[in-house]
């Protein structure tokens, strides 16, 4: 279904993402500290360990060369000796959740979801990995049915690597392509052959993972129609499971001098990008792919899709999943813990952070503990998110400024996004490109106070 182009640019706002709620700008900084956070993780943690497990995000920073529109957190080096003393700074830091854990409870940590984010999980040789899930396991076992993925890069993925990781118990991996054209590859610093995909998609199958993925990215420089229809032409020669589709965040006030190596005009315009999502849309559509949430599609017999038929999906810092924990701890540079009533960051530039763990404390900078009211809206967001719905005839799901919110939805229903339910809300197939403005109605805090800077990337 194609979008008229007066939508795309009505709806094309700065917007928040949502893989939390409130969003990290929105925090209420000043009223947090390490000690009632640490009480919600110890809560949390007593509440659903036995039945759910825990999740751990790791983030592995470095990276061997720099890709020019990249917005993750990242250190750019080719010196390896740098692996040791980042996974003892990680295992160290674990340690310190174990300890504070085995105070509240007799309980043993049940690890139900790893993911392995960066920068380059593969940056770290095999036997590094190793000692880091080893020894995030001394002290934890494995749930039932744990799902643990990592992100590889197809330009130094080994064979090791994909044995290493399965042999530890990893069954998905995810692939960063973003795009098969030489000029766009060229403008983003990111010199990728067709084969390199290839050899690890191949040699991950072989060796028994269930689910492959590849990231590819539309709205990067010197893209169009052509180069964006040959990406996917040749993406659908290697069938991955899944497909994550990336809207290009911009942000180059973020990451300072990060993403160049093009200029502005380089970029494709609002409706060119959008014409970009649709034919990526109706490409995969075409292959058997089917769209989970924002950002991913999946073949039918996918346990993602099959998770959002159910109404399992979940949302958080690592994007779309079906793991349903309620105690996510991150470990790492930068990365956000979530206790479901907290948030919580670890220091982002690499040095604090080793320097925090290594004077043996918690490396946090900064978070956020969630209102009664934040609970009630933190879940709509994740049922618009996940769900394409939700319902608020529950009185426990009402907050001050529902009808407010009820207003902000009309004119997304007069132009067909959603349908206004007596006591809630449903997204129509022509709304769900539009989620995140949708979600945003929610958004009081945004309401509230606007950015006075641009903070987030446009919603398009
Ligand atoms: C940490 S990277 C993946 C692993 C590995 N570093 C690689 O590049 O292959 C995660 C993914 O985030 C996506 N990404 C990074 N910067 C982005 C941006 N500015 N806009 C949209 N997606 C982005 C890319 O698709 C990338 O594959
Ligand atoms: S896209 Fe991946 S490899 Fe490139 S700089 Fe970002 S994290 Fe590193």
């Not at 049922?383 to 207003?407: G, K, Y």
Request: with cysteine.
């Amino acid at each position: 279904m194609s979008i008229s182009p007066q939508l795309i640019h009505k709806y094309n706002v700065a917007g928040p993402r949502y893989t939390s709620y409130p969003t990290v700008p929105y925090w209420q900084e000043a009223d947090f500290s390490v000690a009632p956070y640490l009480e919600t993780v110890a809560r949390t943690f007593n509440a659903t360990n036995a039945r759910d497990g825990i999740s751990l995000y790791i983030h592995l920073p470095y990276c061997e060369s720099l890709c020019t529109f990249c917005a993750c957190n990242h250190r750019i080096t080719k010196k390896h000796e740098v692996e040791a003393g980042y996974i003892a700074a990680v295992l160290k830091e674990w340690r310190m959740y174990v300890d504070l854990l085995a105070q509240s409870s007799n309980e043993r940590i049940k690890i139900r979801e790893i993911h392995l984010g960066g920068g380059t999980p593969t940056f770290f040789a095999p036997e590094k990995l190793t000692d880091l899930i080893n020894g995030l396991f001394e002290f934890a076992e494995r749930a039932d049915h744990h799902e643990f993925s990592f992100e590889g890069h197809p330009n130094n993925t080994t064979e090791a690597h994909l044995q290493t990781l399965y042999d530890l118990g990893f069954r998905r991996v995810s692939f960063g392509v973003q795009d098969y054209d030489a000029k766009v590859q060229k403008a983003i610093n990111r010199i990728q052959p067709y084969e390199n995909v290839a050899r690890v998609t191949e040699t991950a199958r072989a060796i028994g993972y269930t689910s492959i993925s590849h990231d590819l990215v539309f709205g990067l420089p010197h893209q169009n129609l052509d180069t964006m229809r040959h990406t996917i032409a040749t993406t659908a020669r290697l069938a991955p499971d899944r497909l994550a589709f990336y809207s290009y965040a911009h942000v180059p006030w973020i990451k300072g001098n990060g993403q160049r190596g093009f200029n502005d005009e380089d970029l494709p315009s609002g409706p060119e990008k959008r014409a970009l999502y649709e034919l990526g849309k109706e490409m995969f559509d075409e292959l058997g792919y089917v769209e989970v949430g924002m950002d991913h599609f999946a073949r039918p017999n996918d346990t993602l899709y099959q998770a959002m038929n159910e109404g399992r999906l979940h949302r958080n810092f690592m994007g779309y999943t079906e793991t349903n924990t309620r105690l996510m701890l991150s470990l790492g540079v930068s990365s956000i813990s979530d206790s479901w009533y907290a948030f919580a960051q670890n220091e982002k530039v690499l040095e604090n952070y080793l320097a925090r763990v290594g004077a043996n404390e918690l490396p946090l900078t900064r978070g956020h503990l969630l209102t009664a009211e934040d609970l009630i809206i933190r879940q709509h967001i994740l049922n618009i998110m996940c769900r394409m719905h939700t319902d608020w005839s529950d009185p426990a799901m009402q907050f001050a400024q529902l009808p407010q919110a009820v207003e902000l939805l009309k004119p997304m229903q007069d132009d067909g996004l959603l349908e206004i339910l007596p006591n809630g809300l449903k997204v129509t197939e022509q709304g769900r490109p539009f989620v995140r403005n949708i979600a945003m109605a929610f958004d009081v805090r945004l309401w509230a106070k606007q950015p006075e800077t641009r903070l987030f990337s446009m919603t398009i």
